[in-house]
């Protein structure tokens, strides 16, 4: 996407236009060079989406931009004011579907019409008395009326000056259809009794006596099926963003006046508490205010193990309440809600163009007069030669049939349309086509520790307790005394003990000790829980064994709860950030797609080379300022190296954005995810390696398709033109290219995650 500004530094407004009546890339193409020429606006058009991206200054006029597509032959519709986007998906899939109807019906028509005419052209000892003129009933309603879109199309280009594919097979089509009635109806071809065989390539002989109509039928009919394939298989294209708009809740239970009324989702308002029973859809984005449940998000994270959450939880709309009974207070509607950002990210994507696909689109938008230069070459060269006029015709009908570069506009947009879709539906959102080339290049990759390889919350990871004191009874004691207070390390402690000992009593006396612990009375126990100097404070030490551990724990970078009552230390409680699960195969994964891992936090070395270690990495940045990380960064990539960082805090977003590529965890904060090229919705490690695979994936289908599509055209024009391609087999071809073009992209929707690692 160019979302290049206007030429003075007033705020711009970007709208999304519906454009109708585009066949080809070149289409496409002019459509973008006349919006770009209005003063002030900035505009992408994309052939597969059927969408223009359009960036104007803001209070522009944008019934001039419609305006401009309208003259240019086309049609525009500006988005609805506040429409909800799903609404709009409909709208827009509604339309499409009867273009895709429409579409069907002339194809079937036209193949029962054309098939006999190609029959008869085809085999000689099924032509009959008036055989030729059988054909020419048959294929002038399939020349007339199904390759009509053609013509029209050709018809409008033509009055504003320009030609695009439309124009190349309405021209080769009309020119072998005329030249079979001048032979009929003028030359010796409508005489009783003429027979003629069919021949691969062109051949010289009379051509008055020689008709072209099985090449008139079959090129409509076999461009026709490429068209309905080609839109069908866009519709497919597309279908995980149709999907996704389609997750959320239709209608929602809400609180009002202490009663549930079920009211349609688009009156729900911010503000609103509303009830989500087990099995339901949560209706949009909010915060828990009663209840307690598991919740399955995996139709927006790819995650499918179950998240708990609770009072004061936060949930996406769109996932599924799996458990018990949930109140939710509406903090999100509409637009505002991360299902509908989700889906603008994928939009987003999917409307902009890789450096790759501008360079398709520049060639697609000179093939056209190229072609046509050509076809008229080739037949003033076969004239010039002294070949009848016939063959030289034929020559320059195939050069125009085969030429059509409907496989080069659909190189780059179908694989980006399916490629962007999957990756929503895997919990990975790739900002925008640009960044794809940027994958490809990236050889190191730094990882922020907190919250990307560790979970970023502290947990409870060990119990050390003094000989004749229970493990039991420690938790109890000391979790009923941390449970009252709002550290961290205590609520580690807290949720630790109450996961294996149950409910914790409540304490007789509390109180909190600044910067040293806490301290009360628990079951007619004084209890002390803190720092070892708390606990000296009261008179009780440590023992050698556990002041040995506690060194130990130390060494490894964890934080120590020194826990005593009644006059002595009675045991430790190590806290520490948890390593997620995935993190030591999301590194190993990542090693394989010949990345180099690095670690950086701003921890200690220990903490970090312990982390590292425990996860396969080898280069550790350590002790590192929030504000520092972006020159780290820097530094690495003044070495030569391509860097891609992976984080999810707000001290990360400089780093991301100074990044080659930037992948933001989507657990993180508003910020990291603005500043990313990438956001990794499950909030996993693996996500990382899966986006960067996704990202080489559609790259490479990309070049596959470009390579074809350009492949094909130089190989296939110079046969036409030297007269070795019928032109009904040369319209054959050309469909073959669209339809190929489209099936490599739509292989992109099997792509899963691997646990093993793969080079993609």
Not at 117 to 131: H, K, S
Not at 609 to 617: F, H, M, S, T
Request: aromatic share 6%; hydrophobic share 50%.
């Amino acid at each position: 996407m160019s979302d290049a500004p206007s030429r003075t530094d007033e705020p711009v407004t970007t709208v999304d236009l519906e454009i109708g009546g585009m066949t080809c890339a070149s289409c496409a193409m002019r459509i973008e060079k006349k919006l770009n020429r209005l003063d002030g606006v900035t505009a992408t058009v994309n052939y597969a989406t059927e969408k223009a991206k359009v960036t104007t200054p803001a209070g522009y006029d944008l019934a001039a931009v419609v305006a401009e597509v309208e003259k240019t032959g086309y049609t525009a519709a500006l988005p609805a004011p506040e429409e909800d986007p799903a609404l709009a998906a409909g709208d827009a899939d509604g339309a499409r579907d009867t273009e895709l109807l429409t579409l069907r019906d002339r194809l079937v028509v036209s193949v029962v019409l054309a098939v006999p005419v190609i029959a008869l052209a085809m085999v000689p000892a099924w032509q009959f008395t008036y055989w030729q003129w059988a054909s020419l009933t048959l294929a002038a309603p399939v020349v007339l009326w199904g390759a009509w879109p053609f013509h029209r199309a050709a018809w409008t280009n033509l009055r504003h000056g320009a030609a695009t594919m439309d124009t190349l097979v309405s021209v080769g089509v009309l020119a072998a259809f005329g030249w079979s009635l001048y032979a009929l109806f003028v030359g010796t071809a409508g005489e009783p009794g003429m027979t003629h065989g069919f021949e691969l390539s062109v051949a010289p002989f009379d051509g008055a006596a020689y008709i072209y109509l099985e090449v008139a039928a079959g090129v409509t009919v076999f461009v026709l099926a490429g068209r309905w394939f080609e839109k069908r298989s866009k519709r497919r294209a597309g279908a995980a963003l149709r999907a996704l708009l389609e997750l959320g809740a239709k209608d929602v239970a809400v609180l009002r006046g202490g009663s549930e009324t079920r009211v349609p989702i688009g009156d729900l308002a911010v503000g609103d508490e509303f009830v989500v029973r087990p099995g339901e859809k949560i209706a949009t984005d909010g915060e828990v205010v009663a209840g307690s449940s598991a919740v399955d998000a995996s139709m927006l994270t790819g995650e499918s193990v179950p998240v708990e959450v609770g009072v004061g939880d936060t949930v996406a709309g769109a996932t599924v309440n799996a458990g018990g009974r949930l109140v939710v207070r509406a903090t999100q509607v509409g637009a505002g809600t991360q299902l509908a950002r989700i889906a603008q990210l994928v939009e987003d994507a999917q409307s902009g163009k890789a450096e790759v696909q501008r360079l398709a689109d520049r060639v697609s938008g000179i093939f056209v007069p190229v072609v046509i230069a050509i076809a008229v070459a080739t037949l003033a060269f076969w004239l010039g030669a002294g070949f009848p006029a016939t063959a030289a015709l034929t020559a320059a009908v195939a050069v125009l049939i085969i030429a059509c570069p409907c496989a080069l506009g659909l190189a780059t947009p179908t694989a980006l349309l399916v490629g962007t879709g999957r990756g929503a539906q895997l919990g990975i959102l790739i900002k925008g086509p640009e960044i794809l080339e940027s994958t490809r290049k990236v050889d190191t990759v730094v990882l922020d520790k907190t919250g990307t390889v560790t979970t970023g919350k502290m947990a409870l990871l060990d119990v050390v307790v003094e000989a004749g004191t229970s493990r039991g009874e420690l938790l109890r004691l000391a979790g009923a005394l941390e449970d009252a207070s709002e550290h961290p390390v205590a609520q580690a402690v807290a949720k630790g003990a109450t996961q294996e000992v149950g409910v914790l009593p409540v304490p007789e006396s509390f109180e909190s000790v600044r910067g040293e612990g806490v301290q009360g009375v628990v079951d007619g126990h004084a209890v002390v829980v803190g720092r070892q100097s708390l606990l000296a404070d009261w008179s009780q030490y440590l023992s050698p064994e556990l002041a040995e551990a506690k060194s130990r724990a130390e060494a490894e970078g964890r934080t120590v709860v020194a826990v005593g009552w009644d006059g002595q230390a009675r045991g430790l409680l190590v806290v520490a950030d948890r390593i997620k699960p995935t993190s030591a195969d999301a590194v190993a994964r990542l090693r394989a797609l010949g990345l180099t891992p690095v670690l950086l936090t701003g921890d200690n070395r220990a903490v970090a080379e312990q982390v590292a270690a425990a996860v396969g990495i080898t280069d550790v940045v350590a002790e590192v300022l929030p504000q520092d990380k972006a020159d780290v960064v820097a530094r690495l990539q003044a070495e030569g190296k391509v860097v891609a960082m992976v984080g999810d805090g707000v001290n990360d977003a400089p780093a991301l954005a100074q990044a080659d590529l930037g992948l933001a965890m989507g657990t993180g904060t508003d910020a990291a995810i603005e500043a990313a090229d990438i956001t990794l919705v499950r909030g996993d490690l693996g996500a990382a390696a899966d986006a960067i695979r996704l990202s080489r994936s559609t790259l490479g289908t990309i070049k596959a398709n470009l390579f074809w599509a350009f492949g094909y055209n130089v190989a296939a024009i110079p046969l036409a033109a030297l007269g070795l391609l019928n032109p009904m087999l040369a319209g054959a071809a050309m469909a073959f290219s669209s339809v190929f073009v489209v099936g490599n992209s739509l292989r992109l929707r099997s792509f899963g995650r691997s646990s093993v690692a793969r080079t993609p």
